[in-house]
Every structure is written in C-alpha cells, then in structure tokens.
C-alpha cells in the first residue's frame, strides 16, 4: 500500500541504544500524528505536527524526540528506551482543514526494548 | 480532556448475526465520532464516521448512531461476515480542537465472526 510508509517495520534494540522510526506520506497533507498502541491500551496520542510546526506533546517523555523537517517526513527519535516503551508506534497524516476528517495511518514500527 | 470509554471489550458472533459496539464520551464539545477496523497486523482504517450535527449514518452493513445528550454514540454490523473480525476502535474530536483534528480513542474492541 502507499499512502502513508513507516520504517522501519520491526525494530529490536537495547536499552542504550539510539535508533530513529521514519514516516512518510505522498498525500499531501499538512498535519502529521505519532501514536503509540500498546497491547490492552487505547490508541495513545504521542505528538501532533500541523505545517511542520508541533502543536501538542502529549505528555510524552523525553527519551522520545520528535523531528519534522517538512510535512512529508515525520521522524522520532529514541534514545535510553525502557522495556515498557515496547510496543506498535504508529504514524498518521490529514490535510488541514476542518472539513477533512479522517486521519490515514501508516503500517507501524513494532519496537521491541530488551 | 477528552475521556472515551469503549464496550464491550471483546465480541464474538455467528455469521450473519448482528454485531453493536458502544462507546460514551465525556465533552460535551465533541463533534466529530470515527469508527476505525484494525485487521490483525495490519494498520487502522476508517469505516465510517458521523458528525454531531446527525443523529444516524448508514453505509451498507454497518451503520452508526449518535446520541448526543447522553454522549455516546454506537457501531452497528449487520449480517456479519467472518472478514468483519478485527479491532475496533471509536474515536472522539473536542470541537475546542483545531482544525488539525486530535483525536481520543477507545479501548477497542475484538469482535471474532465464527463461520
């Protein structure tokens, strides 16, 4: 499917390591989402980017930095992760506009902390 | 904020029967309700969704309702199939939110369809 790419599709890392989960949408649309879904949990809400610029951090710690160099691209960074942090981190994009609703997802990066 | 609770957790059904999914929410301002079918590995999508503005939406086999003074807001499948099995999820966007659309998700719920 195209749309909305995520890479990479499974990740697996240590606890000290930095790795970074990559999102790319050819829709066109100006507004970016991280989710984080963890087993048994809602849809969680990690960060939202409208027109490159980040409009919410949903409490999120700061071993998880976001970065969006444009509205393609959305990227977070992770660094000295915990093995609770394991689970399917989703990214979603919309065009902007009141009258657009539906958020597209992309496949997932299942991450995996040992 | 926002708070949406989802019921029941799971759901299991004979083909062909009907299936209904609830979920409630907390603010008031909410306007716009999705329902999203997550397959088994596979990312979400959206099914169908209703405004606040209608009280009922109707595509197909699945329809949803929408009562807004008791604020919660209901999936109905009909004549289910054994694809229809997959996660559900219901969502909820506060009108207080911009235009770039933050939603609040439910907890999901597994419905299975037994042949």
């Known amino acids: 499917e195209t749309g909305v790419t995520q890479t990479p599709r499974h990740l697996v890392m240590g606890m000290t390591n930095k790795k970074s989960l990559k999102c790319e949408q050819h829709l066109g649309h100006n507004a970016m989402y991280w989710y984080k879904q963890s087993a048994k949990k809602p849809l969680e809400l990690m960060f939202v980017?409208?027109?490159?610029?980040?409009?919410e951090n949903n409490s999120v710690p700061s071993r998880f930095s976001p970065e969006c160099p444009n509205s393609s691209h959305l990227f977070l960074h992770l660094h000295t992760l915990q093995p609770e942090d394991s689970a399917l981190y989703l990214c979603?994009?919309?065009?902007?506009?009141?009258?657009?609703?539906?958020?597209?997802f992309g496949p997932g990066t299942r991450l995996t902390v040992l | 904020g926002e708070n949406v609770e989802q019921h029941p957790s799971t759901l299991s059904v004979q083909e062909g029967d009907s299936a209904v999914i609830k979920c409630t929410y907390s603010d008031s301002a909410s306007n716009y309700f999705p329902w999203y079918k997550q397959e088994l590995g596979k990312r979400p999508q959206l099914i169908i969704d209703i405004r606040s503005n209608v009280g009922e939406k109707k595509d197909q086999r699945i329809a949803v309702t929408l009562n807004k003074t008791a604020k919660h807001f209901s999936l109905h499948i009909t004549e289910t199939q054994p694809e229809d099995s997959a996660v559900y999820f219901c969502?909820?966007?506060?009108?207080?939110?911009?235009?770039?659309?933050?939603?609040?998700f439910g907890q999901g719920t597994i419905l299975t369809v037994h042949p």
């Open positions: 980017y409208n027109f490159k610029e980040q409009t």
């Open positions: 979603a994009s919309k065009p902007q506009g009141d009258g657009y609703n539906e958020q597209f």
């Open positions: 969502a909820a966007r506060s009108a207080g939110g911009t235009s770039y659309g933050k939603l609040t």
